[in-house]
């Protein structure tokens, strides 16, 4: 055997793969984490563009196509005439050396030409846009008559009247509804009242909802005030805005006397000056915020009080089944207003809508006041917070 081929043993430290530790792998996993929630985030921001994007600039090349092959001249000879009608239908009067006439034809020829605009859009929908009592208002005095958006809030509050839905009341729904109702039909809706240059949505969607209340259960229709609620019910900020929830608490203790005993300045007085007879009510309730719910509701107990978000599109709303976009709903809104579902319905084509009472007036909207609302899409908001009354 040959000794100088000897075998040698290697000297180097066995290599152990590197165990991690606990605190690693967590910071690994929350890298991961983060990794994939900006993905997502990626992913969720195309898809808002991809949402939005088209609408936003087929809204605008709509625009830009509109001015462009408009026949401004003849819109000049249009709009100085309409003024002129509108003047008279409207019965309104001006002092000419005092330039009002002329301001009051700018916000006029504004309006025109947006109800031109919207009439021509709304060939597709069937819905249509008129001048009315607004057209020769400012944006400014229309906001006047809405809630600000920020003021909603300050106002909500969980301590008022309105309770959650009994249980009990859902005992008698059922899945199967006619496809129409209208609670007008039955005799328990006044007539559209008209608020007027006041913020005082919350007074006469109150009051309304109370006199319907108190029809379907006692089979007696009575008008009743809202100008109490302005003088009366402090909790409240009378034109400024106000909140039904508190409202309603008003009213359960208060009550309301009739429209004819204590009638509207579209002001707050004074004074508070309740006397004699009021009607009030026994129970309120949050119904919940769909579609079904408040079906049910208007089916079985009577009309709903709702609030919405108004866009632009709903100042020269005149028929059709009223849709506002999502992006209006969300980004181009007024300010916030208060009404009274009175029933629901479907067009021959199967599009669903609320009916709502307003209270800007018999001379705007359709059937002497009216709005009938896109249903089921909680368009502006108008399935978010509906509350059912007992009387």
Request: glycine share 6%; net charge negative; charged share 25%.
């Amino acid at each position: 055997m040959d000794k100088s081929k000897s075998h040698s043993v290697s000297l180097e430290p066995l290599i152990v793969p590197e165990q991690k530790s606990t605190k690693r792998i967590l910071l690994e996993r929350q890298n991961l984490v983060k990794a994939v929630s900006l993905v997502i985030a990626g992913l969720f921001a195309c898809g808002l563009f991809y949402a939005y994007f088209p609408r936003i600039w087929s809204r605008y090349l709509s625009y830009e196509q509109s001015l462009k092959h408009y026949d401004w001249q003849k819109f000049e000879r249009e709009v100085g005439n309409e003024f002129k009608e509108f003047e008279k239908r409207f019965e309104r009067k001006w002092d000419d050396l005092s330039g009002e006439r002329q301001k009051r034809f700018g916000h006029f020829r504004r309006s025109y030409y947006e109800v031109q605009h919207l009439n021509a859009m709304g060939k597709l929908t069937n819905t249509s846009y008129e001048i009315n009592d607004f057209s020769d208002w400012s944006a400014e005095e229309f906001k006047s008559i809405l809630l600000p958006l920020d003021f909603y809030k300050i106002l909500q509050d969980e301590h008022t009247f309105v309770q959650k839905m009994n249980p009990i009341f859902t005992q008698t729904f059922t899945d199967e509804y006619p496809t129409h109702l209208d609670w007008r039909e039955k005799g328990v809706v006044t007539p559209v009242k008209n608020q007027g240059k006041c913020g005082s949505c919350w007074a006469f969607a109150t009051a309304a909802t109370v006199e319907s209340a108190y029809a379907v259960e006692h089979n007696e229709l009575r008008s009743l005030s809202e100008q109490q609620l302005l003088d009366c019910d402090f909790s409240n900020h009378e034109c400024n805005g106000g909140e039904v929830g508190r409202a309603f608490t008003y009213v359960q203790k208060h009550g309301l006397m009739s429209e004819d005993a204590y009638p509207y300045v579209a002001h707050r007085q004074n004074s508070c000056a309740v006397h004699g007879e009021t009607t009030k009510i026994n129970s309120a309730y949050h119904i919940s915020p769909n579609e079904k719910a408040m079906i049910d509701w208007l089916v079985n107990f009577g009309p709903v009080n709702i609030g919405i978000a108004v866009t632009p599109d709903m100042k020269p709303y005149k028929s059709g089944v009223f849709r506002p976009s999502d992006y209006d709903c969300k980004y181009n809104v007024l300010g916030l207003h208060a009404l009274l579902v009175v029933g629901y319905g479907e067009t021959v084509d199967g599009e669903k809508y609320w009916i709502v009472k307003n209270s800007w007036g018999q001379n705007w909207g359709t059937e002497n006041g009216y709005v009938y609302f896109a249903r089921g899409v909680n368009a502006c908001g108008i399935e978010d917070e509906p509350i059912g009354l007992q009387a």
